[in-house]
C-alpha cells in the first residue's frame, strides 16, 4: 500500500534545486503538493498587490510543472493548521513536508503544523531551500546574533562555501501514479482572487516579468551572459541594465540563491566576468542573507526601530506629501522617476530605492514605516526581510544603519548615477525634451530651455515640494531630539 506524501509550498515556488521535494522523492512514495492562502492565522503580513500578482502566476506555472510530472498541486485556503489537518483526515499520508519560512508569524504556524502531523504519527520535516546560511548559523564569538555587515559577511564566508544546489530527481519519473490524487479537492486559481480586478492595474508587470521557474532561468542565463560583467562598477546605474532583476524570483522561490551562487561563479571560471564582479555580486546575496539574519534575531523588524532611541523620532503626519510622493510627484526627478519605475513594474534599482526612501524620511520627515507599507504593497519583490531591513538601514535606526545625517542629495544623485538622463527620460516623459545638465533640476532651467523642452514648472512638471537646502537642515535638527538631553 502506498503512504503519500504531502509537499507544502510556500516560499519555494519550484521544482529544481528544492530539499523538501528531493526529501519526498527519496521516499518513494507518490507526492502531491499543497498550496494554502493562509490569511487566516494570527499576525501573519497579508502580501501587497504585486506581489499577488506574482504569486498567482507563479502558482499557475507551478501548478503545469506539477501536472508535467503526473501529480497535483492542491489550491486551498484556511489557517493552515485546519487545511493539513483536514487533508490528513481525507486520505492516508505517511509524511508533510515543507522548506523553512522565518518570519516569527509563520513559524509558530510551522511548528503548531509540524506537532500536530507528529502527533497523528506521520512524519513532519523541514529543509532549508531559500537561504544559503541559515540565520541562527552565522553568530558572533560571544554566539550572538550579528549586527554589522562586513563581519556577518566574513563570519559566514569563514563557516564554508554554500552548498551546491540539490541535484533534482524530480525529471527523472513520475511523481505519482495516474489519478492518484484526483479525489482530493481544490480551488481554482481564480478563486485565490490574487489578480487585481477593477482597475486591472497589472499591465506594466505582464510586459515587464515571466514570473515562474523558467522566467527565472531564463533571466539568470540573461545575466550571466549580459550584465554579470562590469557589475561591479555598473551595479549603481539606473539608466543601464546593470544588475540581475532576479529579486522577486527570488523572493517567491522560483529560483534558490544557491543556484544563483554557483552559476555565477562557474561563469567566471569561464572568464565571463571579473572576480572583483563576482564578489560584489555574492556579496549582494550576503545582504539578504543579513537581512534574514536580522529578522530572525528581530521579528519585529517591519514594525519597531531597531535602534530605540529613534522611538522619540518628530516624524510629520502630512498625507498630501506622502501622496505626491506615492505618485511620483515631488518635483525632484530622480525621485519621481523611481516611483513610476516602481508603480509602473513592481520594481525599482536600488540606487534609486535608497534615494527615495531617504527623500521620503529625510525631505519629508514622514515615517520609514508608511514607505516600507508602500513597498510592501507595490514591489514584486516585497520581502519580509530585506524590505524592512533596507528601510531601517536607510532612516538610519537599523542595525548597520547608514548614519541618519547622511542625507542623499537627489540632485548629484541624479547626476552622478543616471548622468545623460535617460532613466528620468524614461519614466518622467513630461522632461523627455529637457537637456542633461538641468534634468536633475529644471527649477535652475532658463524660461527659454524650459519652454524649448515644452517644460512649464507648476503646469506640465511640478515645482519641488521641498527645498532641499531647508529640508536637510529641517532633518538635521529633528535628529537632535533622538539624543539624550546633556542635563
Ligand atoms: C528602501 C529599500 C527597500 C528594499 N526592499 C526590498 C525588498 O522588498 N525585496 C528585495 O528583494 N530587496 C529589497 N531591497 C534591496 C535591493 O534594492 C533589491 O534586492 C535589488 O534592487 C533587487 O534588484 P536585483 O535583483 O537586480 O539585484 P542584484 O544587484 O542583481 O542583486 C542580486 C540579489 O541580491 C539581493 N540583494 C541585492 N541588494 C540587496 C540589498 N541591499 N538588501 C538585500 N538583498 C539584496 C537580492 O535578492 C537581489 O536579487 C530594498 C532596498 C531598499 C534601499
Not at 544559503?132 to 554589522?148: N, T
Not at 522566467?215 to 542565463?221: D, F, K, S, T, V
Not at 542595525?399 to 527620460?425: S, T, W
Amino acid at each position: 500500500m502506498s503512504s503519500p506524501v504531502l509537499l507544502w509550498f510556500r516560499d519555494d515556488l519550484r521544482l529544481a534545486d528544492n530539499p523538501a521535494l528531493e526529501a519526498a522523492l527519496a521516499s518513494g512514495q507518490p507526492v502531491v503538493g499543497l498550496y494554502i492562502l493562509d490569511e487566516e492565522s494570527p499576525d501573519l503580513r497579508p502580501l501587497g498587490g504585486a506581489a499577488r500578482w506574482w504569486l498567482h502566476h507563479a502558482l499557475a506555472d507551478l501548478a503545469a510543472a506539477l501536472e508535467r510530472r503526473g501529480t497535483r498541486l492542491l489550491l486551498r485556503r484556511g489557517a493552515a493548521t485546519e487545511v493539513v489537518g483536514s487533508l490528513l483526515g481525507e486520505m492516508s499520508f505517511s509524511a508533510v513536508l515543507w522548506n523553512r519560512r522565518y518570519e516569527a508569524a509563520a513559524i509558530t504556524v510551522d511548528t503548531a503544523v509540524k506537532t500536530m502531523v507528529r502527533a497523528a504519527g506521520l512524519r513532519a520535516d523541514s529543509f532549508n531551500a531559500s537561504l544559503l546560511y541559515e540565520p541562527w548559523a552565522v553568530r558572533s564569538k560571544a554566539g550572538d546574533p550579528m549586527k554589522v555587515f562586513s563581519p556577518f559577511w566574513r563570519a559566514a564566508l569563514a563557516s564554508g562555501e554554500p552548498p551546491s544546489p540539490v541535484a533534482s530527481a524530480a525529471s527523472r519519473a513520475p511523481l505519482a501514479p495516474a489519478g492518484h490524487f484526483d479525489a482530493l479537492a481544490s480551488l481554482p486559481l481564480v478563486a485565490l482572487g490574487l489578480l487585481p480586478a477593477t482597475p486591472d492595474w497589472a499591465g506594466g508587470l505582464r510586459e515587464t516579468w515571466r514570473p515562474g521557474e523558467d522566467g527565472a532561468q531564463e533571466r539568470l542565463a540573461a545575466f550571466l551572459d549580459d550584465e554579470l560583467k562590469g557589475y561591479a562598477d555598473g551595479r549603481d546605474r539606473p539608466d543601464m541594465p546593470s544588475t540581475s532583476r532576479l529579486s522577486p524570483w527570488l523572493r517567491f522561490g522560483n529560483i534558490g540563491p544557491r543556484q544563483i551562487w554557483h552559476a555565477a561563479a562557474s561563469a567566471v571560471e569561464q572568464g565571463a566576468a571579473s572576480h572583483r564582479d563576482l564578489a560584489k555580486f555574492h556579496a549582494e546575496l550576503g545582504w539578504r542573507e543579513f537581512s534574514y539574519h536580522l529578522l530572525h534575531a528581530f521579528p519585529d523588524l517591519a514594525r519597531s526601530n531597531f535602534q530605540a532611541k529613534f522611538d522619540a523620532f518628530p516624524w510629520r503626519d502630512d498625507p498630501p506629501a506622502l501622496a505626491a510622493w506615492q505618485r511620483g510627484r515631488t518635483g525632484y526627478p530622480l525621485v519621481d522617476a523611481g516611483l513610476r519605475q516602481l508603480w509602473h513594474t513592481g520594481w525599482m534599482h536600488n540606487r534609486v530605492r535608497m534615494v527615495v526612501a531617504s527623500f521620503l524620511i529625510k525631505h519629508l520627515l514622514l515615517d520609514w514605516r508608511s514607505g516600507e507599507e508602500w513597498f510592501w504593497d507595490t514591489l514584486v519583490d516585497a520581502d519580509p526581510a530585506s524590505n524592512a531591513a533596507s528601510w531601517q538601514w536607510v532612516a538610519g535606526s537599523g542595525a548597520d544603519a547608514a548614519p541618519y545625517y547622511r542625507i542623499f542629495n537627489p540632485i548629484l544623485q541624479g547626476e552622478k548615477f543616471d548622468p545623460q538622463g535617460d532613466y528620468v527620460r524614461r519614466w518622467v516623459p513630461e522632461l523627455a525634451g529637457m537637456p542633461a545638465d538641468v534634468i536633475h533640476q529644471p527649477w535652475s532651467a532658463s524660461p527659454a530651455r524650459l519652454s524649448a523642452a515644452g517644460v512649464r514648472l507648476g503646469e506640465t512638471y511640478p515645482r519641488p515640494i521641498v527645498d532641499h537646502d531647508a529640508a536637510r537642515n529641517r532633518a538635521l535638527a529633528a535628529l537632535e531630539l533622538t539624543k539624550p538631553s546633556a542635563s
